[in-house]
């Protein structure tokens, strides 16, 4: 199967690559913890971290395995894994043999990808009866809300990028050689100022994709109605499902 092609948006996360693995929240312990023992992994198990970025999710899988595989298409964010196996590839033509991993991990990253092209060839490097866990981290709200007028000036960007986003891909498992998905929700908040929260919002896709200069001006326009601090939910939730 050919590589597909990345779309602009895909590879804004690369032009902010730095502040990416710099900002963006941890990972939950308790979550990963929780990942290890419904895919009833143990320490000898190989493991690939599908989307690996700048190697954040890499980094606690280490800790945790020792055999690592980190596949990420964009150069820039791989640029910056500094453990395990690092290869470039993409979720729909995962560089790995067949049978080759005892579970797959993919942190924020699912959504990019083609679906159904994704599942075939998680199949395929997954042993028999092996699993996978998909981990979302959700964090833009705040407490207090921000001023209508500075999420009006947020919220530009993500309506010029929108048809860039693929569709909702809960249903590609309906029919596929995966268990059903099963999820858990696990909580916490964060206290940030208002500098913080713009250079957390800045590696976000619509607002990456933006040239230095325009993301610059639109973060003055920004940050001039923004008090703070502001408490920051974050919702981290974990899917997860195995091979039939």
């Known amino acids: 199967m050919d590589d597909p092609e990345l779309t602009p948006l895909q590879l804004s996360f690369g032009r902010v690559a730095e502040t990416y693995h710099r900002v963006r929240p941890e990972y939950s312990q308790a979550l ?7 895919l009833a992994l143990g320490s000898d198990a190989r493991v690939l971290d599908l989307a690996a970025g700048t190697g954040r999710l890499t980094h606690e899988l280490a800790r945790r395995f020792a055999h690592v595989v980190a596949v990420e298409p964009d150069d820039d964010m791989r640029a910056l894994i500094a453990d395990g196996e690092v290869l470039a590839g ?8 067949d049978s080759s991993v005892d579970a ?8 990019w990808f083609d679906a159904a092209a994704a599942i075939s060839e998680l199949a395929r490097v997954l042993r028999p009866h092996c699993g996978l866990a998909l981990i979302s981290t959700h964090w833009w709200e705040t407490e207090p809300p921000l ?15 929108r048809g860039q986003r693929n ?11 995966f268990e059903p998905l099963r999820s858990e929700r696990f909580e916490e908040d964060v ?5 913080a929260l713009l250079e957390l919002y800045s590696t976000t896709s619509s607002l990456a994709a933006l040239s230095h200069d325009e993301r610059a001006a639109l973060f003055g326009e920004v940050r001039a109605q923004l008090g703070g601090p502001f408490c920051l939910p974050i919702r981290h939730e974990l899917t997860w499902t195995r091979r039939l």
Do not use: C, K, M, Y
């Open 32 to 38: 990963l913890d929780r990942a290890q023992d419904v």
């Open 90 to 97: 993409n979720a729909e033509a995962i560089p790995l043999a």
């Open 104 to 111: 797959v991990f993919v942190g924020e990253a699912f959504h």
């Open 147 to 161: 001023p209508e007028a500075a999420n009006e000036l947020l919220r530009a960007p993500f309506d010029r990028f």
């Open 167 to 177: 569709p909702p891909w809960d249903d590609a498992f309906l029919v596929s050689p």
């Open 191 to 195: 206290t940030v100022d208002a500098d």
